[in-house]
């Protein structure tokens, strides 16, 4: 598969998440099988954003995922925006229903419905609540994990005095949603403000972290918004304020989805398969008998007692003491993305060594038994700065600051397509205007992914019309 | 509310779950919001299973909610037991779709589907797969926690080489059920085997845990079956064997659910509302300062500091310094069933002392500040053996094994009516015919609950038909 990742980046990863193992299609269109490995990825990420919302006072809730129809009709652009993918439950028990029932592609309705009868006074509130569920959106086209009709999420939805603390809490999520995305997944994000034809159906500021794949794509990987008090209006979240008057509540909602698993999978990836960071690998270090093994039981006895080990260090850690051969093994727990592999065969036995091998290295490297605890933890902990590095070179090398004009901007895209190269990302200037924005897309498909918060350079006129630049924007192809 | 309990149970109940803030209502039929209180209850108790789970080499894993109603109808028994329940997507984006998508009420049939394409040989097995998430059951009639149209859950399903293998999971997975119910919950179970007519839709053996609550009825609080050849037949789960012939694996599925809930609250909940048993309680320690409190800041400053010890030691702790009475604030605390009150006054202080309460206790107990720490980890430990202890004392309370024939149990029936007693579980020999059984329900309701592996005694002749008894079996009327 040599440089099937460059020349068909699509193809490359759907073969690297079938030969990992980590999903499988099901026979309901657009809606996919979470298999052990893929499954558990999003298990050490679930542990981390929930220890991470209960450090801030959020606390877990669950609520029912069948929606009544005309809860999504109260807010005018939030039943324009999810009405398009909404599955309904129509009969039940053998009998029709006498309202449809929304599959729940987001619970602001449910939710709001509920804040409206749990909020009377600001002694309510802050309310800050968090779900962990599965969400649908009946999606036209889909790919395993970053888009599937049916997927798993957690929704974070928050009400306030007013409008200084809900817009608190939105920037505080945006930023926990940058640290673990970077610190656990290794993922290098932008994070800035969507423009308003990007924002989410209801909110009044919508915030992102974008993260580029190694196509130059860009994924959306986590997102925040402000809703004012639009859905404290039409679901009627009112309250006896400090001046005694009834007024509207503030809200958030915020979000981040099982497609960060896809983009784990396209910003580490390479053309030998899954590359995986250590802190959310299922299996961390995998141990391999080689040479003539079966002949020496010590070989085993010697790297069961080194699994024993690394496993009371708190590591995941496999014994690949089955019958294929070490070359067949080696492939297999690559295509798997394990970042450490370390083997033992009677030479290194008697040298008391092993030998060991980073996921993302090239060369082996030969430790002695009484340093290798220590060696493997600081080798995992380097792995994991090291992806984040690499992902960032990968990111830096594929974003575009010079581009001044829409001529510039389709010329750089052809003279990549050319070369085989990818397009990347695009750091223009924009009016703030629409227009400008639709005009980009139809022309190039690019799309504005975000207004950084912090951009490599301030651009000064706008790529399309030429005024003066309100905004410095990212614009890229995006999944 | 003094009595409501033995008065009205299911007023009591009801009652009791919203003052102590455990759930809420929801504008879909039978479908329930867990509040945060209640939810954290299912945290605590998904926590503690699926650490077992993972210790017994079972895998997290997650298949989509949409199953083809094509799925059901390959296993006869499977689609009889549960067509009059399934809630179907029949629309979705705009459009019909071209075959009905039931909600899942469990999945053994997108499971084996995906088993069928995932077991090709003996090497491939034991596969076992456990999955977290909502089921859909349409309920005619519904209860919080106990029987709702939706409800959270876990269902593991795993194949085997042959019958002794998966029969070895099932039971190993009842033993755990009950091991976690009795000790993380501290409700005691007979453990035992459905009989026929009560067998999960499909199966060739279902075993239980059963659980009678305080009001003489019977939750089953978990269930395990071996489902022989049948599922493996319907979706063709066929491995090639040690001897190279292609045969049918043996499957099994094991599950519990939210229900689990409901049954903590009518095993411990007492007149004054709801008793949590430490393990599983969301505050497990309240603080509360007394007397002239705001005078002497030194005492909230003395709380702060017990709080934080408690918590270093890994105690779930809340100090209530709101501005509401030292009365009010008890009564709440013990409304939400908390199962330690620590007080602390101006002369607790000055004596460096506080005041301890246990939820199922009546009397307080002064301890003093340098040994509070050891008492009160000693203390919740205590109570959740005194729970569990408890529950066995009203469990055996309720006890009936001296009854022999049907005119007996209905004597016994009128005489708890007339006395305002709980009719309780009647140990009963059974002829094995399902004549008798149907005939016990329509007179009396009561329906077999299990036969346990352990009875209290060996009953020697049928309740019904007098003939030899084949079995000892519980009957009890439940929920």
Not at 4 to 13: H, T
Not at 104 to 113: D, L, V, W, Y
Not at 164 to 183: H, N, S
Request: proline share 5%.
């Amino acid at each position: 598969m040599e440089n099937l990742q460059k020349q068909d980046f699509s193809k490359w990863y759907l073969q690297t998440i079938q030969q990992a193992d980590l999903m499988d299609y099901s026979p309901v269109r657009g809606c996919m099988i979470f298999k052990p490995d893929g499954y558990e990825l999003w298990e050490h990420i679930q542990k981390e954003f929930d220890k991470h919302f209960k450090a801030e006072g959020v606390r877990n809730a669950y609520f029912p995922m069948l929606i009544p129809e005309s809860f999504f009709a109260k807010e005018k652009d939030h039943i324009e925006g999810f009405s398009p993918e909404l599955p309904f439950v129509t009969e039940a028990a053998g009998e029709p229903l006498e309202e449809k029932l929304a599959l729940r592609p987001t619970s602001e309705t449910m939710i709001g419905h509920a804040f409206s009868n749990w909020i009377n006074s600001y002694r309510d509130l802050p309310l800050e609540i968090n779900q962990w569920a599965n969400v649908f959106r009946w999606e036209k086209k889909t790919l395993p994990f970053l888009r599937t009709s049916e997927f798993l999420w957690q929704e974070g939805h928050t009400a306030h005095e007013n409008e200084e603390d809900a817009r608190t809490r939105t920037m505080r999520m945006l930023t926990i949603y940058k640290q673990v995305v970077e610190g656990l997944l290794a993922i290098p994000v932008y994070d800035g403000e969507k423009t308003p034809s990007e924002r989410f159906a209801g909110a009044v500021s919508t915030y992102s972290i974008e993260a580029m794949m190694k196509d130059g794509k860009a994924v959306q990987a986590g997102t925040s918004h402000y809703m004012g008090t639009k859905f404290a209006e039409a679901f009627d979240i009112k309250y006896l304020n400090r001046d005694n008057e009834h007024v509207y509540a503030h809200t958030t909602s915020w979000g981040v989805s099982t497609r960060l698993i896809g983009a784990t999978i396209m910003t580490h990836g390479d053309e030998q398969g899954l590359v995986l960071p250590p802190r959310i690998a299922p299996t961390q270090v995998v141990l391999i008998p080689v040479g003539p093994w079966k002949k020496n039981p010590e070989i085993v006895e010697k790297l069961e007692e080194i699994k024993a080990t690394l496993i009371s260090k708190g590591l995941r850690v496999t014994l690949d003491d089955t019958d294929n051969s070490p070359g067949f093994k080696f492939n297999e727990w690559e295509l798997k993305g394990v970042p450490m592999r370390i083997e033992c065969g009677p030479r290194d036995l008697e040298n008391q060594q092993v030998m060991t091998k980073m996921r993302d290295a090239q060369e082996k490297v030969a430790v002695s038994f009484d340093t290798l605890v220590e060696f493997v933890v600081s080798q995992l902990d380097e792995m994991q700065v090291r992806l984040l590095e690499s992902a960032r070179r990968m990111r830096s090398g594929n974003e575009y600051t010079h581009i001044n004009t829409l001529d510039e901007l389709k010329a750089h895209i052809e003279e990549k397509r050319a070369n085989q190269e990818v397009p990347g990302w695009v750091l223009i200037g924009w009016d703030g205007t629409e227009e400008t924005e639709a005009k980009i897309k139809e022309e190039t498909g690019f799309t504005t992914r975000n207004i950084p918060f912090c951009p490599p350079i301030e651009k000064a006129t706008c790529l399309v019309s030429g005024k003066p630049a309100k905004y410095t924007v990212w614009i890229a192809r995006a999944y």
